[in-house]
């Protein structure tokens, strides 16, 4: 069952926290547990600037920016997605279909199943976020700040 998550503010479904012993989404939890760990420092593989390092491929590593272009810049893993037909980076795999960023986006966008009544414009539209009450807020409210700030 949905319930707004006592640190994002956001309607979502909570599990457990043990180590605040409080329920909360399950983003905050991955971001509590990122902060408990040491920030990983080091020389990028990609840039050669001293960084954060997020992830290591082929034992290389890489800040967050040469990783994002290294996924992008590898072909080996590159598939052809079953939309645009076009080989790329596949985000996402249903019923074993290949889809690619771009796809999914679109797709994700244009699903109506998803889509509900924006509490600023009263229009059916895809929602960007919701207020702390879990009224939801569509995109383009969001964009042009018509919904009240976030509070927290």
Same mark, same amino acid.
Request: charged letters at 30%; a positive charge.
């Given at each position: ?36 760990? *040491? ?21 290389? *590593? ?35 279909? *290949? ?26 539209? *895809?929602?960007?976020?919701r207020l702390a009450n879990g009224d939801p807020v569509c995109f383009i409210c969001n ?10």
């Amino acid at each position: 069952m949905a319930e707004i998550c006592p640190l994002c503010h956001e309607v979502k479904s909570l599990t457990l926290y043990k180590k605040k012993g409080i329920r909360i989404c399950t983003t905050c939890k991955a971001r509590e547990k990122h902060k408990e760990q *040491p920030i990983r420092k080091g020389y990028c593989g990609g840039c050669h600037e001293l960084t954060k390092i997020v992830a290591r491929r082929k034992n290389v *590593p890489y800040c967050s920016k040469c990783y994002q272009r290294e996924l992008v810049q590898d072909t080996a893993s590159h598939e052809r997605c079953v939309h645009c037909r076009k080989k790329g980076r596949i985000v996402s795999r249903k019923n074993n279909q *290949p889809t690619c960023a771009r796809c999914y986006g679109r797709l994700r966008y244009n699903d109506v199943s998803t889509h509900e009544v924006c509490s600023c414009c009263q229009t059916l539209n *895809p929602v960007a976020r919701r207020l702390a009450n879990g009224d939801p807020v569509c995109f383009i409210c969001n964009k042009h700040n018509k919904a009240p700030a976030l509070t927290s």
